[in-house]
C-alpha cells in the first residue's frame, strides 16, 4: 500500500491525529497560515468563519464608516467648514471610480482589524490628491534606505507591482506595533480562541450529522439478516404518526429499548461558545450588546454599552485616521485638517436630543438653525441668531438703548443716587427703555412683596426684608438693567414695592 503523502511529509505521528489536524499542518506548510492550538489554520481570511469575529470586525467598521465628516481650516479662534476641498470629496464622497467614500474607511478598517495594517495609494496631478485606491493584494514590504521609506508591493489589478515611495501611501497601522514600520495582526494574536471558536462550531456540526445525536436505538444479542431489518423498519413504520401515539410498542428478535448516553443537552456548547465570543470581544472592543449577545443585557447597560463603544473604541480609531490623513493636505495647507464627528453616535434618543437642543440653544453654544441642521431640517429667516439669557450674558446693544453707565452697586446694596430723571422705579411704564425690562423687573417686584407680607406676619423688621431683597432677588434685576444700559435705583424699587404692598 503506497504511503499518503502527508504521512511522508509528517511521519508516523500523523495515524495518532485526527485527519482534520493532519489537513491543517499541509495547508499550513504549503499555503501559509497560522495553525491554531486546535488544529484550524487560522488566517485574516478563515477567520471570519468565527461568526464572533465576523460580528465585531462588522460592528467596527460600519460604525466608523457611517460617521459623518468634513475638512475645517483653523483660522484664529474660529474653524471654517471647507466642503468643497478636495480631500473631503476623496475621503467622504469619492475617492475613485469604483468605491464611494464609506466603502474605502470601511475596507480600510477592516484590513487593519485582519491583517493590522492598511494602506492606500495616492494618485497626485499637478501637486494635489486627485484619487485614493486601496492596495488590497499581499502587504507590502516596508523598505528603509538611505533613511527614506518606500514599500516593495506585488501589485493587484488596478496598482502594478514596484517600490512606491511613501509620500504617496497611507498607511494605518493597528492598535499592536510590531515596531515603527507595522503593527501585529489581532488575529494572529488570538488565533487559538478563534480556532476553538470555530472547532467548536464544526465538531457540533459533524456530531449531528454523524447520528449520534439520536434519543434511543434498538438493541440485540441475536444476528439479524437483512429480511430482519426490513421488518423491523416496516415495524416502527407502522406505529409512527399521531393516530398511534401513546401505544405500546412489542419488539422482537430479542431487541431490547436502549437510551443514548448523550444527549443534545449534554452536547450544549453554549456556555463555552459565549466565552469564545467574550474573548474576542475583549481583543476588538466590542460591547457585548452590539454584537447581539442580550443575555446580560437591560435598557440601562445596553445604553452604556453604545456610548462606550463610541468613546473607548470608535473615537481612537478616528483620531488615528485623522492623523494619517493629514499627509493630504499639501504644503501651505498645515491649517487645514480633517475631523470625523463621533458625536453623531452619542445624540440618544429623540427626547434626549431635544432636551439637548434646548439646552444649547438657551445658553448660546448652539443657534437655532444649528440645531435644526443636526436634525437634517432647513434653516428658517433669523434662526442663525444666537439667543442669550438676559441676566447671564451680554445681549448686545441692538435693542437701541443709550449707553449710560449705571450707578456702582456695592455689596450691601449701597450705591452713589442716580438722577432722577433718570431712574427707572417699580411702575415706571412710560419708559419705553425699559419697557422689555418690565416683566424681569415685575416678576423680582412680586417675590419682595410676598416676602414683605410674610416678614410682617413674622415680626421682623422691614429692614431686614430690605437686606434680603437686595442681596438675593435684585443682583439679577441690577445686571440685566446694567447690560441694557439703562440707570436703575434697586433700594428704591424695593421700598416703593414694600409701601405699595
Known amino acids: 500500500m503506497a504511503r499518503n503523502p502527508i504521512s511522508a511529509l509528517f511521519g508516523r505521528a500523523h495515524e495518532e491525529r485526527s485527519q482534520d489536524a493532519v489537513d491543517a499542518l499541509a495547508q499550513a506548510f504549503f499555503y501559509g497560515g497560522n495553525v491554531s492550538g486546535s488544529g ?5 481570511e478563515t477567520a471570519l468563519a468565527s461568526v464572533a469575529v465576523a460580528a465585531c470586525i462588522e460592528v467596527r467598521a460600519e460604525t466608523f464608516s457611517a460617521l459623518p465628516g468634513g475638512v475645517f ?7 471654517i467648514p471647507l466642503p468643497t476641498h478636495e480631500v473631503q470629496r476623496l475621503l467622504f464622497e469619492r475617492p475613485n471610480d469604483l468605491m464611494t467614500g464609506g466603502e474605502l474607511l470601511r475596507w480600510k478598517q477592516i484590513r487593519e482589524d485582519t491583517q493590522g495594517n492598511a494602506l492606500i495609494r495616492i494618485v497626485w496631478k499637478g501637486g494635489r490628491p486627485v484619487e485614493l485606491w486601496p ?4 502587504n507590502p514590504q516596508v523598505k528603509v534606505s538611505n533613511g527614506k521609506v518606500a514599500y516593495r508591493y506585488t501589485g493587484d489589478d488596478i496598482t502594478p507591482g514596484g517600490d512606491i515611495p511613501a509620500a ?3 498607511h494605518f497601522k493597528g492598535p499592536f506595533l510590531k515596531n515603527p514600520l507595522e503593527a501585529a495582526s489581532p488575529i494572529d494574536m488570538i488565533k487559538d480562541t478563534i480556532g476553538l471558536s470555530i472547532a467548536s462550531e464544526q465538531f457540533f456540526g459533524r456530531f449531528l450529522n454523524n447520528g449520534s445525536h439520536f434519543p434511543t436505538y434498538l438493541e440485540t444479542d441475536n444476528v439479524l439478516t437483512e429480511d430482519d431489518m426490513k421488518a423491523i423498519a416496516k415495524s416502527l413504520k407502522s406505529t409512527a404518526g399521531v393516530f398511534e ?7 422482537d428478535r430479542g431487541l431490547k429499548l436502549k437510551q443514548n448516553a448523550m444527549s443534545l443537552r449534554d452536547a450544549d456548547l453554549s456556555s463555552q461558545m459565549r466565552w469564545y465570543l467574550e474573548q474576542i470581544c475583549r481583543i476588538f472592543r466590542v460591547p457585548l450588546p452590539l454584537v447581539q449577545d442580550w443575555t446580560h443585557g437591560t435598557y440601562t447597560n445596553s445604553e452604556q454599552a453604545g456610548l462606550w463603544f463610541a468613546q473607548h473604541t470608535i473615537t481612537p480609531i478616528c483620531v488615528d485616521t485623522e492623523r494619517v490623513v493629514r499627509r493630504l ?3 501651505g495647507e498645515d491649517d487645514h485638517y480633517v475631523k470625523f464627528n463621533v458625536d453623531a453616535q452619542l445624540r440618544g434618543d429623540y427626547t434626549s436630543r431635544t432636551q439637548g437642543y434646548s439646552v444649547l440653544i438657551n445658553c448660546g453654544v448652539l443657534s437655532p438653525n444649528e440645531a435644526r441642521a443636526f436634525e437634517d431640517m432647513d434653516p428658517f429667516d433669523g434662526g442663525d441668531e444666537h439667543r442669550l439669557p438676559l441676566n447671564t450674558a451680554p445681549v448686545g446693544m441692538e435693542l437701541g438703548a443709550p449707553e449710560v453707565k449705571p450707578a456702582p452697586i456695592s455689596a450691601k446694596g449701597q450705591e452713589q443716587p442716580a438722577a432722577p430723571d433718570a431712574t427707572v422705579t417699580a411702575g415706571d411704564a412710560t419708559e419705553p427703555r425699559s419697557a422689555f425690562l418690565e416683566p424681569v423687573l415685575q416678576d423680582a417686584l412680586d417675590r419682595v412683596r410676598l416676602r414683605g407680607a410674610q416678614d410682617r406676619e413674622r415680626g421682623r423688621d422691614e429692614a431686614q426684608t430690605v437686606s434680603w431683597a437686595l442681596e438675593t432677588v435684585m443682583p439679577a434685576v441690577i445686571r440685566a438693567f446694567d447690560l441694557a444700559g439703562i440707570p436703575f435705583d434697586p433700594r428704591k424699587a424695593v421700598f416703593a414695592a414694600l409701601t405699595a404692598a
Open 40 to 44: 484550524v489554520r487560522i488566517t485574516p
Open 73 to 79: 481650516r483653523r483660522q484664529d479662534r474660529k474653524r
Open 135 to 138: 492596495l488590497y493584494g499581499a
Open 168 to 170: 504617496d501611501v497611507l
Open 245 to 251: 401515539a401513546g401505544k405500546t410498542r412489542v419488539f
Open 329 to 331: 493636505f499639501i504644503p
